[in-house]
């Protein structure tokens, strides 16, 4: 990513799990257009970052129906997601796709307004039919009581 020229890019800020202590904090602190942040576990503070940004990028390769990833989908963002079976079965395949950092960077480069627009309302629909807690508590419930 740094070798990508910075004006071509708009602000970027990273909610972390790492933090900026360690390698990529210092390999990336001189890179204007990039902040880093350490991990936010204070909801307000995380729904704040979130709800004021323009697209979520989702890295993360496995762990299933990712917690940050549907919380990011209730905010109808565009979603740009790395490209594994997880993030497409969470996303129904509707989301953006990328497998390295030059297809992440060629759809940051896209940003068409209407299209992202059209992908976070994508977004929020399948968030609010699946991923609410009346629903998975539900799921739960007849889980249980077929047992």
Same mark, same amino acid.
């Given at each position: !990513?740094?070798?990508?020229?910075?004006?071509?890019?708009?602000?970027?800020?990273?909610?972390?799990?790492?933090?900026?202590?360690?390698?990529?904090?210092?390999?990336?602190?001189?890179?204007?257009?990039?902040?880093?942040?350490?991990?936010?576990?204070?909801?307000?503070?995380?729904?704040?970052?979130?709800?004021?940004?323009?697209?979520?990028?989702?890295?993360?390769?496995?762990?299933?129906?990712?917690?940050?990833?549907?919380?990011? !989908?209730?905010?109808?963002?565009?979603?740009?997601?790395?490209?594994?079976?997880?993030?497409?079965?969470?996303?129904?395949?509707?989301?953006?796709?990328?497998?390295?950092?030059?297809?992440?960077?060629?759809?940051?480069? !896209?940003?068409?307004?209407?299209?992202?627009?059209?992908?976070?309302?994508? !977004?929020?629909?399948?968030?609010?039919?699946?991923?609410?807690?009346?629903?998975?508590?539900?799921?739960?419930?007849?889980?249980?009581?077929?047992?």
């Amino acid at each position: !990513m740094l070798d990508y020229p910075p004006h071509h890019l708009s602000r970027f800020t990273i909610n972390s799990l790492e933090g900026i202590r360690n390698g990529y904090g210092l390999r990336y602190a001189c890179v204007t257009h990039l902040y880093l942040l350490d991990p936010i576990y204070d909801l307000r503070k995380l729904k704040s970052l979130r709800a004021g940004a323009a697209v979520y990028v989702h890295g993360h390769l496995a762990g299933g129906t990712n917690p940050s990833l549907v919380e990011a !989908m209730h905010f109808g963002l565009p979603l740009l997601a790395f490209d594994c079976d997880f993030n497409r079965a969470t996303t129904e395949n509707k989301a953006f796709y990328f497998r390295d950092a030059n297809e992440l960077l060629h759809l940051v480069d !896209m940003r068409d307004e209407v299209i992202f627009r059209t992908n976070g309302e994508a !977004m929020l629909e399948i968030a609010q039919r699946r991923y609410t807690w009346e629903i998975i508590a539900k799921q739960y419930f007849d889980l249980i009581g077929s047992a």
